[in-house]
């Protein structure tokens, strides 16, 4: 297996060429010519994140935010990133980043939190590519949805609005789109899930009866990887696919 190969496979799930005009997705570092018989999916190529590939003796990471962005003009080898890039090469482990594309996917960012909510009839909203709206079994209570989605994701989030409101529509927007909430208002949902939001948002949607959610950039957009992972995981079962979900900040409440 080759790494052209996953990029082709990776293209036919997320294509690299619906990524934003300032994100950085593919292949950064490496060659297309390198065999692959590990791969690691993670959020963020963070250093445990190489040390964890190196472990399990993985030649690919494939990452969600790109170690390499918004142009690099040099690289400090005693800085965090330059170390990062020194042992990656040192390792001969190449990497894939998949961002912004991976975010539009039909089966993306979004689609995957709520598939792992359990919600039913997830639809895309007309005008944002990064939202999905989905459906609760039955009405539950802001703080039950609060205490459900801290439980299935490992991380604690914030409830904001009223905690005894009943929920049943939610939308969810991938990371930092917190400033899509009204969105979320156009197509009544009662409860919006996000990864960050500004003060001003919250006070504004609160005001309009939506409950928010901040469950946290790294546990909003880590179910991605997971479900990245089962689909090629279905084209390549003779290769080693591992998932490195790891937190890499603790929240103590």
């Not at 690289?75 to 594309?101: Q, R, W, Y």
């Amino acid at each position: 297996m080759l790494v052209k190969e996953i990029i082709r496979s990776l293209n036919e799930i997320a294509p690299f060429e619906t990524a934003e005009s300032f994100d950085n997705v593919g292949l950064l570092i490496g060659s297309l010519k390198e065999e692959v018989n590990g791969i690691v999916f993670c959020l963020d190529c963070t250093m445990d994140a190489v040390n964890y590939a190196g472990a399990v003796g993985a030649d690919l990471v494939i990452c969600h935010h790109p170690i390499i962005f918004g142009g690099i003009h040099n690289i400090f080898t005693d800085e965090p990133k330059g170390a990062i890039i020194k042992k990656l090469l040192s390792n001969n482990i190449n990497v894939i980043a998949a961002h912004t594309n991976l975010d539009a996917a039909e089966k993306g960012t979004a689609y995957a939190l709520a598939a792992h909510l359990q919600l039913k009839n997830i639809y895309r909203p007309s005008g944002d590519p990064y939202m999905r709206i989905g459906q609760l079994e039955e009405p539950v209570l802001a703080q039950e949805l609060n205490e459900l989605l801290s439980e299935r994701l490992g991380y604690p989030s914030r409830l904001y609005g009223d905690p005894a409101q009943k929920l049943q529509i939610v939308a969810i927007s991938s990371g930092a789109a917190g400033e899509s909430y009204p969105l979320a208002l156009d197509y009544q949902a009662d409860a919006f899930i996000c990864g960050e939001i500004k003060h001003h948002h919250i006070l504004d949607a609160c005001a309009r009866g939506l409950v928010v959610i901040d469950n946290g950039h790294h546990a909003n957009e880590d179910p991605v990887m997971a479900l990245l992972m089962s689909m090629l995981a279905e084209q390549y079962p003779t290769v080693d696919m591992r998932h490195y979900s790891k937190n890499p900040f603790v929240s103590i409440v």
